[in-house]
């Protein structure tokens, strides 16, 4: 990775953090926040069958800090896979209270092996394979989106 890409990511993460807890709820961003500090992605929601089948099928290039977001109407168990994807992807399964439950790193473009995010999961974000890593993303870390209803959300947008 060149210098300016690890200084694209490091200012997007400090600018992130600045504002991620004060910043309103809005459709295409989604907040993270954990002890490895806070983040913000722009991403497009997937909360319909079509859209989630589709995914980030035959995205060949995604802007650092950006995202798809699948939604789905309740907890239940997931599995994804690379289908026509051509790029790696990080994919950070949480639960109906936005908390991460597992994180699948690097996913391999093209693979057709499942990846399972286990049981209970209701959101899934996906972004660029690495980025979960770099920023510290991990089980116990918490979103926030307007998708997430407040009255179960750990990290509510009404906060």
Excluded at 95 to 116: C, F, K, M, S, Y
Excluded at 124 to 146: C, F, K
Aim: with cysteine; proline share 5%; aromatic share 8%.
């Amino acid at each position: 990775m060149g210098k300016w890409s690890v200084l694209s990511i490091i200012f997007s993460c400090m600018a992130s953090s600045a504002f991620a807890a004060d910043a309103p709820c809005k459709e295409d961003l989604i907040f993270l926040r954990g002890d490895w500090g806070n983040a913000q992605f722009a991403v497009d929601v997937a909360d319909t069958p079509d859209q989630r089948s589709r995914g980030l099928m035959f995205v060949d290039d995604m802007p650092t800090m950006t995202g798809m977001l699948f939604v789905y109407e309740r907890e239940q168990t997931v599995s994804f896979w690379m289908k026509n994807t051509l790029i790696p992807l990080d994919m950070v399964f949480a639960d109906g209270a936005g908390v991460v439950q597992r994180v699948h790193e690097n996913a391999i473009p093209g693979d057709l092996t499942g990846i399972p995010g286990g049981a209970n999961i209701q959101f899934v974000l996906e972004i660029n394979g690495g980025m979960a890593d770099r920023l510290g993303i991990g089980v116990g870390s918490e979103m926030r989106h307007p998708a997430i209803p407040d009255e179960v959300a750990v990290w509510s947008c009404a906060s």
